[in-house]
């Protein structure tokens, strides 16, 4: 049986490294670091090897594309490409139009702002548009437009084109490891609150403080994950990647933690009800298989080709459950209930069920990534 105690643990490090380097900590963002640094150190050695007239945009771009990447995906390069190309060919063309003045780039700025800002709005590879706009009617009252926005779609096309080779070739993340990890530790939190849930409503815990402590983190753990999906598609396929099968598994992720919500919200109403385990024995059991069966599906997300879970004792808890039930119904054991205790009880008992349920799908799913 779960207690109160329940706590949710972010970081997905087991137990033997209890203190770890900072080295095993900070791995990531040190990687992420040192690549962002060598892209940029790599486009400029070109830019000043070879005297590119203006060519620390390049240098920029390699910086921008790099820090936007999570593994080797070819998006955020794609992105910038196009930004900075419909923004350079945008001014270029507005900017003779209306002419090289104070007055006329303002009001070529604005147009032009505004126009890449709604863009922005529906399509993330607009994101850079405004900008190279922006810098090509600054500067192209100097130069040649047309010269200006060309150099600044070549530089960002070589930028970008390193950005891409050093994640792809140096450390790559494989954004769609990192989603496993993720949904691993969002499996964790909900195996915390699930385990919070049922102690307050099968032991009479008060609990209610640390209930909405768990759920708060398991929302924020949940953020990202959409952004992740899209580097998962999108990163090259160095293995063979179902992502049908994983877009799957985080649609009934999430379904379980809808479930979680819902039930962390009628805790207190469980607690009123005082869910007697002793008129559903199996309650308990099915409870600890239940937890149980959210640290062995978290543990084998994370890792890659691990043994599956088995979820014999899940389904036997299930059975057993569906037999307490049925000899409830028989008997009649909650008809003298007070409609206030008798909803909550079974509103209690389904979703135990359901969660168990929910639980055989993504052992299921788990197979198929």
Avoid: C
């Amino acid at each position: 049986m779960a207690s109160s105690s329940t706590s949710l643990t972010l970081p997905a490090i087991s137990e033997a490294q209890s203190a770890p380097s900072f080295w095993i900590r900070e791995a990531g963002a040190i990687k992420q670091g040192i690549k962002t640094g060598l892209a940029g150190t790599i486009t400029y050695a070109i830019y000043a090897g070879w005297h590119l007239p203006q060519g620390y945009w390049a240098v920029f771009a390699a910086l921008v594309v790099t820090q936007a990447n999570i593994g080797a995906s070819w998006r955020a390069a794609l992105y910038r490409t196009i930004g900075s190309t419909s923004g350079a060919i945008a001014a270029a063309l507005l900017l003779p139009l209306l002419g090289t003045g104070a007055v006329q780039a303002g009001i070529s700025l604005f147009i032009l702002a505004s126009f890449f800002a709604y863009l922005t709005a529906l399509h993330p590879s607009f994101s850079a548009a405004g900008f190279t706009a922006a810098l090509i009617l600054v500067f192209g009252g100097i130069q040649e437009p047309w010269h200006v926005a060309w150099l600044r779609v070549e530089y960002t096309l070589l930028g970008a084109m390193i950005a891409f080779a050093v994640s792809a070739l140096l450390w790559p993340v494989q954004a769609r490891v990192s989603l496993r990890t993720k949904m691993g530790t969002i499996l964790q939190g909900a195996g915390a609150l699930y385990g919070a849930v049922t102690a307050a409503a099968l032991e009479g815990l008060q609990n209610q403080e640390e209930v909405r402590a768990i759920e708060k983190q398991l929302h924020d753990l949940r953020r990202g994950v959409t952004q992740q999906m899209e580097e998962a598609r999108g990163e090259l396929r160095f293995s063979h990647f179902n992502e049908g099968a994983l877009q799957a598994f985080v649609d009934q992720a999430d379904q379980v933690r809808r479930r979680l919500t819902a039930m962390a919200e009628d805790s207190s109403l469980y607690v009123q009800a005082r869910v007697q385990p002793q008129l559903v024995p199996s309650l308990p059991k099915l409870v600890a298989s239940s937890i149980r069966a959210f640290t062995d599906l978290s543990a084998a997300l994370r890792t890659p080709g691990s043994e599956l879970p088995s979820v014999a004792d899940l389904e036997r808890a299930v059975r057993d459950l569906d037999s307490d039930l049925a000899r409830l119904r028989e008997k009649r054991v909650t008809a003298p209930f007070s409609l206030d205790r008798m909803l909550p009880f079974w509103s209690f008992v389904f979703n135990m069920r359901e969660m168990a349920q929910d639980l055989r799908r993504l052992r299921s799913m788990l197979a198929e990534l």
